[in-house]
């Protein structure tokens, strides 16, 4: 078992590696230059010559790169080119609160995930299997960016029940965990937990219509196990497939979360992204896209880890 984590470990290395490099390259292959949102239309050669200087833009890309990635394992992420504050600080706040989202939205999309699939799969091939189906590919059918603003316009233009925007009362940015501020999750977590809803579902359904036509499902009713002792062995068997889909799915929220947090006003790093994107702030996007890809990277490794101490096969092949 040490073996196989202190492996795992090893060839995450090379891997986060190859995701700094490639977030730097393509965040400088976009057009335009990032300094054009802070420079007056009339600056002189001399003011734009400093500004490159300070901001390490007078420097090769390999000597930008190298520069890059030391202070970023020292923690410095760089300045804002926009706001002139810490990237660090700006993205460690904006991930606090995707990921305080993306972890409502997924454990509500593997909730309901599991149970239709679980439900499907129990009874395959029926109205209940066709029903459950229908939903899961209308969960990954479906833009999530379109089925929010109609949520907005239901439960909050029109029913007047839930807040529109924003992460609390007022617009604050501080977060609680009291009704008043769940209030303002409801709708961004439910269009988010649609997507992954429907993948679960799906995953699991395939997962239990498999492992009940194995040999042992019929030997365990042969030999008297009650309908909950095999749903039981099924659940064991079907776990880590179904973990590692949603671990999956919490990294792709992370990443993919732009169109929602914008359509939403919730302060997070699809909306950070969205506004670096649109102000050409290089360093804010280099930082916000390195974390988001070393998250995803540390959440693949995990559960990797959970799912050899769930299934022990898995560590020894």
């Not at 090893?10 to 730097?24: D, K």
């Not at 600056?43 to 901001?55: F, I, K, N």
């Not at 609680?176 to 769940?182: G, L, Q, R, T, V």
């Amino acid at each position: 078992m040490f073996a196989y984590l202190l492996r795992r470990i090893l060839y995450t290395l090379p891997i986060m590696g190859g995701v700094a490099l490639v977030c730097f390259a393509l965040v400088h292959l976009a057009p335009g230059d990032p300094l054009v949102s802070v420079l007056p239309p009339d600056a002189s050669a001399e003011l734009q010559q400093q500004l490159r200087t300070l901001y390490g833009f007078d420097r090769s890309l390999p000597e930008q790169f190298v520069s890059w990635v030391w202070r970023a394992l020292h923690g410095d992420l760089g300045t804002s080119i926009a706001s002139n504050r810490p990237v660090t600080s700006e993205v460690m706040t904006a991930v606090v609160n995707t990921l305080r989202l993306a972890v409502v939205a997924t454990l509500i999309g593997f909730f309901f995930g599991c149970l239709f699939g679980f439900v499907a799969g129990y009874f395959r091939n029926s109205w209940v299997d066709r029903s459950a189906s229908l939903l899961s590919v209308l969960g990954v059918s479906v833009p999530h960016y379109w089925l929010g603003m109609v949520l907005v316009i239901i439960f909050a233009a029109q029913l007047n029940w839930l807040p529109a925007t924003g992460a609390g009362p007022g617009g604050s940015d501080e977060w609680a965990w009291n009704w008043e501020h769940i209030k303002h999750m409801l709708l961004p977590a439910i269009t988010m937990s649609v997507i992954p809803m429907g993948i679960v579902a799906r995953t699991v359904r395939a997962l239990v219509a498999e492992i009940l036509a194995q040999e042992f499902v019929v030997g365990l009713r042969a030999k008297g196990l009650t309908h909950f002792g095999v749903f039981r062995h099924v659940v064991k068997n079907a776990a880590p497939t179904a973990l590692a889909v949603m671990g999956l799915q919490l990294g792709y929220l992370l990443g993919g979360s732009i169109l929602i947090e914008t359509v939403f006003a919730w302060p997070g790093t699809g909306f950070l992204l969205n506004s670096a994107i649109f102000q050409r702030d290089l360093p804010l996007l280099q930082g916000t896209i390195l974390v988001l890809a070393m998250f995803f990277v540390v959440l693949n490794v995990v559960v990797d880890i959970v799912q050899s101490l769930l299934d022990p096969r898995i560590a020894r092949s």
